[in-house]
């Protein structure tokens, strides 16, 4: 059964369904029945490749792909966009269990030409008349446009999301510079702080816009145990202070150069947004 089905070229005979996940979806068929619960349904005729075949006590899996694929649409923003997808999926077909246990090849086909047609190749596939001459959907007129623009909107909202994070890291460090203090079990925190957030590594745009202040770390306990709790608290926001005086600095410092240029204005001077 393998040998006469693995590599051949198929037009279904039942309406299937696929999830166009990138999974095979599995297709029941019962005679001419299915139940599936695939997320896209195609008409009978959808040209296949048979790319494996699975034979069990009573049902033989024809695991297919199918060479058109679809065109999904999406939204981003006030952008509709579209994305080529591939539908694979798999016919599950439920086969009488002597037909296997005799191993009735003859058989066995007669029930799987119940689900498909085979053909030797995929030309003399599309020859036929049961093929139901699926092609993928055009992309919209003016697409590339579009894409043109989306990317400039991206790019737009990239940048003001850099910007936005550096006013307020700008606003945070002037924070921390005001409510620094001469208290030693702060300034030995805050230095342990400072070391800490230096071992980092923020070498990258999405390193730095993946970290907020907000979350930089745990404060450890410290290597000398303070006397009190209280001595332990300065301790602590010291660390915390220490951590987010480098991380804004290296924010301040690396920042400016994750801009990135709007398709629409490579040929003039890139200017940040406000």
Avoid at 23 to 36: A, K, Q
Avoid at 63 to 70: C, G, H, K, R
Avoid at 152 to 164: D, E, H, L, R, S
Wanted: hydrophobic share 35%; proline share 5%; glycine share 6%.
């Amino acid at each position: 059964v393998e040998s006469r089905w693995r590599g051949a070229w198929v037009l279904t005979k039942v309406a299937a369904q696929s999830d166009c996940s990138g999974l095979h979806t599995d297709n029941l068929v019962s005679g001419t029945l299915v139940s599936s619960k695939g997320r896209y349904q195609f008409r009978p005729g959808e040209l296949a490749h048979v790319d494996k075949v699975d034979v069990h006590r009573s049902r033989v899996d024809l695991i297919m792909s199918l060479p058109e694929p679809i065109l999904v649409g999406y939204q981003d923003g006030p952008f509709k966009l579209y994305n080529e997808i591939r539908c694979p999926l798999e016919l599950d077909v439920e086969v009488p269990r002597d037909l296997v246990s005799n191993d009735d090849t003859n058989g066995i086909d007669s029930v799987l030409r119940q689900a498909v047609d085979r053909f030797s190749s995929q030309e003399e596939a599309q020859a036929a008349k049961s093929w139901n001459g699926r092609r993928r959907d055009p992309y919209p007129a003016n697409y590339q446009q579009t894409l043109a623009e989306h990317q400039a909107w991206k790019a737009q909202q990239a940048n003001a999301a850099i910007q936005a994070r550096l006013d307020r890291t700008a606003e945070e460090a002037s924070r921390l510079t005001d409510r620094l203090t001469s208290d030693q079990d702060y300034l030995a925190g805050f230095a342990s702080g400072v070391e800490a957030m230096k071992r980092v590594e923020l070498a990258d745009c999405g390193s730095i816009m993946s970290r907020d202040f907000a979350n930089l770390g745990p404060t450890p306990q410290p290597a000398r145990p303070a006397a009190n709790g209280e001595a332990q608290q300065r301790w602590g926001r010291g660390y915390q202070d220490g951590l987010k005086l480098v991380f804004a600095l290296e924010s301040m410092r690396r920042l400016p150069g994750c801009f990135i240029q709007a398709p629409e204005a490579q040929a003039s001077q890139r200017r940040p947004l406000n």
